[in-house]
T-cell receptor
């Protein structure tokens, strides 16, 4: 079935380090792919998205490229900040007949950045 | 844009009591989702409405849970009777009905059942 697999956390980094959070997916159709971020005490917020193969989503220094050949959507940032500490969720969205869509989330990866 | 509004932010209740969680989606969004988040099970989709009609309620844990969407601007999730294992953060989210439209989440309701 359709699913999203993320690397397990927590990921602990020093400020200004390079970040990669791996995400792979399994889908029967042609999904759109998303990264969401959840800060403590808040709901999930959209970080970036890509809707077709080879698209690159980017926002706030984060980026991810939709790789159909490896069914991956890895999140990267060149230099993390303490304020990036949060839980990051990879997700895919598929459309179905009847005009509705289904969003599937990964388990989330907690990132902790230390000064 | 006020975003998705959920109430209450926190709810503490005793086992056996009825609990009602409320959600106001973003105006113009015609899809609404209820999620539950726990440390053990992560983020679980409970039910999904499209144009006020429940499309997928396969995630509703059992008959104690029910959800309604009487109009495009309001939804409720009810637990009756509540149990300690229902303690979690419940999120409401809304979106436009397009598979590449992102979800907009509320800040959640933290439910504690003692």
């Amino acid at each position: 079935g359709d699913s999203v697999t993320q690397m397990e956390g927590p990921v602990t980094l020093s400020e200004e380090a390079f970040l990669t959070i791996n995400c792979t997916y399994t889908a029967t159709g042609y999904p759109s792919l998303f990264w969401y971020v959840q800060y403590p005490g808040e709901g999930l917020q959209l970080l970036l998205k890509a809707t077709k193969a080879d698209d690159k989503g980017s926002n706030k220094g984060f980026e991810a490229t939709y790789r159909k050949e490896t069914t991956s959507f890895h999140l990267e940032k060149g230099s993390v900040q303490v304020s990036d500490s949060a839980v990051y969720f990879c997700a895919l969205s598929l459309s179905f007949s009847g005009g509705y869509n289904k969003l599937i989330f990964g388990a989330g990866t907690r990132l902790a950045v230390h000064p | 844009d006020a975003g998705v509004i959920q109430s209450p932010r926190h709810e503490v209740t005793e086992m056996g009591q009825e609990v009602t969680l409320r959600c106001k989606p973003i105006s113009g969004h015609n899809s609404l989702f209820w999620y539950r988040q726990t440390m053990m099970r992560g983020l679980e989709l409970l039910i999904y409405f499209n144009n006020n009609v429940p499309i997928d309620d396969s995630g509703m844990p059992e008959d104690r849970f029910s959800a309604k969407m009487p109009n495009a601007s309001f939804s409720t999730l009810k637990i009756q009777p509540s149990e300690p294992r229902d303690s979690a953060v419940y999120f409401c989210a809304s979106s436009r009905s397009s598979y590449n439209s992102p979800l907009h989440f509320g800040n959640g309701t933290r439910l504690t059942v003692t």
